[in-house]
Nanobody
């Protein structure tokens, strides 16, 4: 079955950087749009950024300039480079992927990012 596995989360000080990774496995199909979402305690899950198979990107307005999404189609992977991190960036970050050949969207289990001094 399709599986998405995130990595790279952790504890970082304000102003620091982290790079999240997500790899897709368990399917012969290539992901179409891949994305990162985040969910802080008590809040809804919100889009951080997404990227199509052709490389077109979309960002949450509030995160433009600090976060960069990229992907490696050969590795079925997507990445999120986060810089100038703030305490309000603390959340569980989820990877998502959809496929033209499959009906549903797929999600990873999430990786915790904590920004604190």
């Amino acid at each position: 079955q399709v599986r998405l596995v995130e990595s790279g989360g952790g504890l970082v000080q304000p102003g620091g950087s982290l790079r999240l990774s997500c790899v897709v496995s368990g399917t012969i199909f290539s992901p179409n749009t891949m994305g990162w979402y985040r969910q802080a305690p008590g809040k809804q899950r919100d889009l951080v950024a997404s990227i199509t198979s052709g490389g077109s990107t979309n960002y949450a307005d509030s995160l433009k300039g600090r976060f960069t999404i990229s992907r490696d189609n050969a590795k079925n992977s997507v990445y999120l480079q986060m810089t100038s991190l703030k305490p309000e960036d603390t959340a569980v970050y989820y990877c998502s992927a959809d496929f033209l050949e499959l009906k549903e969207d797929y999600w990873g289990q999430g990786t915790q990012v904590t920004v604190s001094s």
